[in-house]
């Protein structure tokens, strides 16, 4: 499922609780956006179409929850990229982000972390 750069800013409200009038969805977004309600009414309407979300009759207004998982959605994402841009490879992307000085002395760490719980998986 594709889901644009706006639509998943709506998703992310959604993820963190649900479930929520459009009123409420634009409140939520009223710090980190500058959307109209039209707008998130329009964008909730799409994520509708698409099916990743649901909406409930409540008195007057919708309620909307997500269908979609953002782990599911996180994991075709991540796996869309990698594709696109390193042939479906890991090791090219961390290779990228170290040539370009991107990987703090944490993210190392957790790197090497995940190596070795990944290796002692395997034995």
Known sequence: MQISDAESV??????????????????????????????VKT???????KGAIRAEKDGRRYLYAPLLKR?????EESQGLLERLFGGRVAPLVAHFSEHRKLSRKDIA???????ELDDERR
């Open 71 to 75: 782990e599911d959605w996180v994991m």
């Open 43 to 49: 964008l909730l309407n799409r994520l509708l179409n």
């Open 110 to 116: 957790e790197l090497r972390k995940l190596l070795d």
């Open 10 to 39: 709506v998703m992310d409200v959604l993820w963190q609780r649900h479930p929520l009038s459009a009123e409420e969805v634009v409140a939520a977004l009223a710090g980190a956006q500058s959307w109209q309600e039209a707008t």
